[in-house]
């Protein structure tokens, strides 16, 4: 599982608020606590936690009350949020040029997969419709040239190459006129990399950029060097000027703290990642699918948004007031039940993904029947019954010509009354208001 630790490290997060009302600032104290251990443990770099932990804190107790949803869910929501925003928010496309072929340069150390990625590159690029070169700029090595030979067969592009004689800004050059020559939409071009960063290197690449004039400087990066990665976007950029990264090896046991630092260390977004060894392990980075599998909540989340849009922010107040001067009734109590009928459909969708069926269809198409049997008998109440539910307490009469008329039995309507005084009391206790709420016992 990708990123597992950070997953279980979180986890316990969750689990110290089970059983909390609402977030407050002293039982986050904890939680707080083990959500920033989970990133430090997955090398995560140690300013980014910090600002991390702060922003997720200050939210956790502005938050406000969303009706049904526990402190834990608030909090898984808050923290992806928060780790969307880190990771850059929104996809990073490549860019194409306007005019002429579009040049990508690859940098990266050795071994961190930058001649699969030309391979993998070329053959994401193809199914999008682009012909694709590839120029072996890696002199040094000549099992590098012959081994991107030997991919670029596998995807069906040309491979341009001039062995190790030539200086590769000359072979880039000469790369370029080629692929102009032959119409190439996108050209690629390989590049000697290095155990470490050394001077030779950077003006190498330096020399490269000046005569491709590429459209993305790309920095491959291994996932499982952590926040090193980080530095490292950090250090091409300040040196060469680049683009974005390709985080390669996610597929392996890193542990998240690339993914989650290189863009706020270096401002630079990750645009791609490699998943895998075979050809089609390229995909775009897309920072809300990150979140979401590092957290293993997508129910948790769509739970929570949905109840955000169910309920507005005015919709609370709202609703806050009633429940202080004891006004819920069963107008508020028919709005509640159908906001929360909605998400229950919604989750019906959610069941569908693996491991996560928390609510059961049974259980869904039985809470969809008891509001259809709720509607039918508030729809008889009349306007006065619905805002004095206290008349139906009183009034054994009352609840009987509901029965008969809604076609339900008085012991149904009865329920129903109760429910809604449980629920008044629910409310205020969840609100804090230390008032004597008990339920009315019906008069006969
Ligand atoms: P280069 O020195 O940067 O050109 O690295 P290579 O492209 O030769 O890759 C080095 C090793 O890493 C090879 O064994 C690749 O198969 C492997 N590799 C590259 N990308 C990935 C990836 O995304 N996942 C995994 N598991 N292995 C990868």
């Known amino acids: 599982e990708m990123f597992g630790q950070l997953t279980s490290g979180l986890e316990a997060a969750w689990n110290k608020l089970k059983g909390e009302e609402v977030l407050t600032k002293e ?22 936690v910090r600002r991390f932990v702060q922003a997720v804190s200050d939210q956790a107790v502005g938050v406000g009350l969303i ?41 990266g150390l050795q071994g961190v997969g930058k001649t699969t990625v030309c391979a993998k590159l070329a053959f994401y690029l193809k199914k999008l419709g682009k012909s694709c070169m590839l ?31 030539i200086k590769p800004s000359e072979i880039a050059k000469h790369g370029l006129e080629e692929a102009k020559k032959k119409q190439i939409d996108v050209v690629i071009m390989d590049t000697a990399g290095r155990l470490q960063i050394d001077k030779s290197m950077m003006d190498e690449l330096k020399e490269v950029k000046k005569v491709l004039n590429p459209t993305e400087v790309l920095l491959v990066v291994d996932a499982m060097t952590g926040q090193e990665a980080a530095a490292l976007v950090t250090t091409f950029n300040i040196e060469i000027g680049i683009t974005g990264a390709i985080l390669t090896k996610l597929d392996g046991d ?10 706020e260390v270096s ?20 920072p809300e699918r990150m979140a979401g599998r590092i957290l293993g909540m997508g129910d948790v989340l769509s739970f929570v948004e949905k109840a955000q849009e169910v309920m507005k922010q005015e919709d609370a107040e709202e609703l806050q007031k009633k429940i202080m001067s004891a006004k819920f009734d069963f107008n508020d109590f028919l709005k509640q039940t159908r906001a929360v009928a909605q998400m229950g459909s919604m989750s019906r969708v959610i069941g569908m993904i693996p491991g996560m069926a928390k609510v059961t269809p049974s259980q869904i198409r039985e ?78």
């Open 135 to 165: 120029v072996a700029g890696d002199v040094y090595r000549p099992a590098a040239i012959d081994q991107l030979k030997i991919l670029g067969g596998q995807v069906g592009v040309p491979v341009y190459s001039e062995g190790t004689e």
């Open 67 to 107: 009706r049904g949803v526990r402190p834990d869910q608030q909090l898984v929501k808050i923290v992806n949020d928060e780790l969307v925003k880190l990771m850059g928010g929104e996809v990073s496309d490549l860019e194409f040029a306007k005019s002429g072929p579009t040049v990508i340069l690859l940098a």
């Open 267 to 286: 401002g630079k977004p990750i645009k791609l990642v490699g998943r895998g060894e075979r050809l089609e392990d390229l995909e775009p980075f897309y």
């Open 367 to 444: 809470a969809e029947k008891s509001l259809k049997i709720m509607e039918s008998m508030i729809e008889v109440m009349t306007p006065e019954e619905r805002e004095k539910p206290e008349l139906l307490a009183e009034s054994a009469t009352r609840r009987k010509r509901i029965a008969t008329e809604s076609g339900k039995t008085e012991q149904q309507v009865s329920q129903l009354v109760a429910q809604l005084f449980q629920m008044r009391v629910r409310m205020k206790n969840l609100m804090g208001v230390m008032e004597n709420g008990s339920i009315p016992a019906l008069s006969n």
């Open 27 to 48: 039982n986050i104290v904890e939680p707080m606590r083990d959500i920033r251990r989970a990133l430090l443990e997955a090398d995560v770099s140690l300013p980014v």
């Open 254 to 263: 890193s542990r998240g703290g690339a993914a989650l630092s290189v863009r």
